[in-house]
């Protein structure tokens, strides 16, 4: 009963830390609006965290480039497992318009895993919200398997 | 020890953290309806627990989890000694020495964050714990002895004899519940480096049980408050509740003050406050 208890919790607290890694800001602005009332993420239980160590998803939005790639890398390693990363926006997801550029690396995955995936120029709203509950199902899923 | 007080304080241990766990739900659920939002079940709380229970990460202190094993057991101490009856002024010492553990750890961190938390969650140790020290000694003054039952066995309703301890209580439980000054709270939404800072290298189990022993911290906080109101066990609840959610309303209809309001300001006026009315209770 506490071990099914602990699953569910998992899945029912998932706290955010959002990284911007390039961002025009566009992106950012999508995400930060899911925490107002109007989409009150608050009621999946949903926060926002500054802090790597307390966060159990990885929110990116923007390009990874030469430099702060070594910053992704950090602050992912810092998470705790089980973790997610969700890509936000097409810069996030392939490095967008700016993936030609000679300092840009591209998309997240050119430096950590990524599970969701969410394009849009900006993302709405709706759609990271989405991604979210995706991923969750996602790690439901990893978590039924290592039972 | 009579098997009655036993099962009193086992009761206390076990209750007391859960309804502060509750009483955590209730605010985050009051706190999105005033902003118009649908917030998170009332069980939250718990499932934020669970969930910080199941991660895996290693400590950033060895000396950190000790400190954390500590907290909760002061702060579960402070529960046990109230639902035994026994003496409030102990309690107090203990939930003290609670949140003296929770900056020590803080201090044992690797993060400049954690020791600059750790360094203003002193501060405010040194803000509200005077202030609650005073409105313990009224209490205790008004009602005869410094043991719970005492106090619970006063004649009448002790709060006519203590209305200028309120704005103290008020004030303790706003600093307990984490909610003001901005600067140290560590309430949702509030999440950065600075803000945050004592919490910085806490994570995984010692993150959840620092939160049980929060959740210990603040039943005790509300028990005391209800002891204005002891006239019987729903009036002590219902008191307590008037508390809780006057902090809350508060925090949604005020600004967010910082730790220098409240050490310069707010604490010196409410320490003057009580102490006006131990006073009084002397003179009279």
Sequence with gaps: ?147 | MSLNTFSLAVAGLVLAPLLGGLAAGADRVVTARLQSRLGPPLMQPFYDVGKLWSKVTLPASHWQGLFVRWALAASLASDVLLAAGDDVLMCFFVQAASASFVALGAFCGSSPYSKLGAQRELFQLLAYEPVFLVAVVCLAKASGGFDALSIMAAQGPLLFKLPLVVPGLVFVVLVKLRKSPFDIAASHHMHQEVVRGVYTDYAGRDFALLEIAHWADVAVVLWICSFLWATGPLQMLATGLVFLFAAVIIDNISARLTWRTMLGRVAPLTLILATANLVWLYLE
């Design chain 1, 1 to 147: 009963m506490f071990g099914s208890f602990l699953k569910t919790a998992q899945v029912k607290s998932p706290w955010l830390l959002h990284f911007d890694c390039g961002s025009c800001n566009g992106c950012d602005i999508e995400t930060l609006a899911c925490l107002t009332p109007v989409y009150d993420v608050e009621r999946f239980g949903i926060i926002n965290v500054g802090n790597p160590r307390h966060a159990d998803v990885l929110v990116v939005t923007g390009t990874v480039n030469q430099r702060n790639a070594v910053i992704l890398k950090n602050l992912y390693d810092q998470m705790p497992t089980p973790k997610l990363v969700i890509a936000i926006g097409a810069c996030g997801c392939s490095g967008g318009v700016f993936r030609e550029a000679p300092n840009v690396l591209g998309g997240i995955d050119k430096v950590i895993p990524v599970d969701v995936y969410v394009p849009g120029c900006p993302a709405k709203p709706e759609a990271i919200m989405d991604a979210v509950v995706l991923g969750l199902g996602k790690l439901k899923g990893i978590l039924e398997a290592g039972k």
